[in-house]
């Protein structure tokens, strides 16, 4: 059983910077894939950023350049940095994993537009 608990949304204005965290409940949080979703309104849910248990990253096409994301086994967390915020970012941000076949989500953090 996998619990996640996304954070850090808020509002943002274009060429700003917001940081989200996903904190899990996980005995082995370490060697989980973690993957970052976002849905904005009106449209299908975009897989953005991904990170694996040896830290291997990869990043959709309309994210990379401006999105990093990290992890930190100890506090089972898992960092997306996102940077010069696009009017087409905001969005609620879902963070995911999979364990024994079975899918995880959080209940998502939302990211607004201020302007």
């Known amino acids: 059983q996998v619990h996640l608990a996304e954070s850090g949304g808020g509002l943002v204005q274009p060429g700003g910077s917001l940081r989200l965290s996903c904190a899990a409940s996980a005995r082995n949080f370490s060697i989980l894939t973690m993957i970052w979703y976002r849905q904005a309104p009106g449209k299908q849910r975009e897989l953005i950023a991904v990170?694996?248990?040896?830290?291997?990253?990869s990043y959709a096409s309309s994210v990379e350049d401006r999105f990093t994301i990290s992890r930190d086994n100890p506090k089972n967390t898992v960092y997306p940095q996102m940077k010069n915020l696009k009017p087409e970012d905001p969005a609620v941000y879902y963070c995911?994993?999979?364990?024994?076949?079975?899918?995880?989500w959080g209940q998502g953090t939302q990211v607004t537009d201020s302007s």
């Open positions: 990170i694996d248990s040896k830290n291997i990253t």
């Open positions: 995911h994993t999979s364990l024994l076949r079975r899918d995880y």
